[in-house]
């Protein structure tokens, strides 16, 4: 009995709980993204509308609607493994070439994204243990980044679009997890009850 409720909890399959807290870890961190860009944008006066160089900075295989659950986690999993060694070159990059940061709201912020990425990435790892995923090793990234000022600037900027990505596509892999939606789809049903009752 006991061995059969293990193989329950370790299936092919993440269970709801996980599942839908790692959804709510990710759509938080993609808020602190974007405020952590509106902070970089206005303390180093760059336009919203800059256009960046095409393509990404993280490299993974493209998406598929045929991919199993365990290839979609480990694919979301890698590129956000990727987008934290960019966002510590980044930060040290930072400090190397535009003489530190002084401590404020936009630190504060960017200590805050770095803290929610790790989070997630341990949640998202929990995830693919529950589906028999193999584990993601932390990608050796060579990153030496430019060394003119303005292009310092939005290179550190256009890590923090790459994070702010793949943290949305995280959001949509997470929710279309099969135990998301159908908790999604029983808490819609008990509102409508309640609705429904109400009347």
């Not at 206005?42 to 659950?69: F, N, R, Y």
């Not at 990059?93 to 200590?111: A, C, H, I, M, S």
């Not at 994070?163 to 998301?180: E, G, K, M, R």
């Amino acid at each position: 009995m006991a061995g059969r409720r293990t193989r329950g909890t370790t299936g092919s399959e993440p269970t709801r709980t996980t599942a839908a807290r790692t959804a709510v870890i990710a759509e938080q961190l993609h808020l602190e993204c974007t405020r952590l860009l509106e902070l970089f944008r206005k303390k180093e006066t760059i336009s919203p509308d800059i256009t960046l160089t095409d393509g990404h900075l993280v490299s993974v295989p493209p998406p598929s609607a045929q991919l199993e659950t365990r290839d979609k986690l480990w694919r979301i999993h890698s590129a956000l493994l990727q987008c934290r060694s960019l966002l510590e070159r980044a930060i040290s990059k930072e400090e190397e070439e535009l003489g530190g940061v002084p401590k404020g709201e936009y630190e504060t912020q960017r200590k805050m994204v770095k803290d929610r990425l790790s989070l997630l990435l341990a949640n998202t790892g929990e995830l693919l243990k529950a589906t028999d995923g193999t584990t993601v090793p932390t990608p050796d990234l060579e990153i030496d980044g430019p060394t003119v000022m303005f292009e310092v600037k939005l290179w550190i900027y256009r890590i923090f679009k790459e994070l702010d990505y793949w943290t949305n596509t995280a959001i949509a892999t997470l929710q279309a997890l099969p135990s998301v939606a159908a908790k999604e789809r029983g808490r819609t049903g008990a509102t409508r009850r309640k609705r429904n009752t109400r009347r």
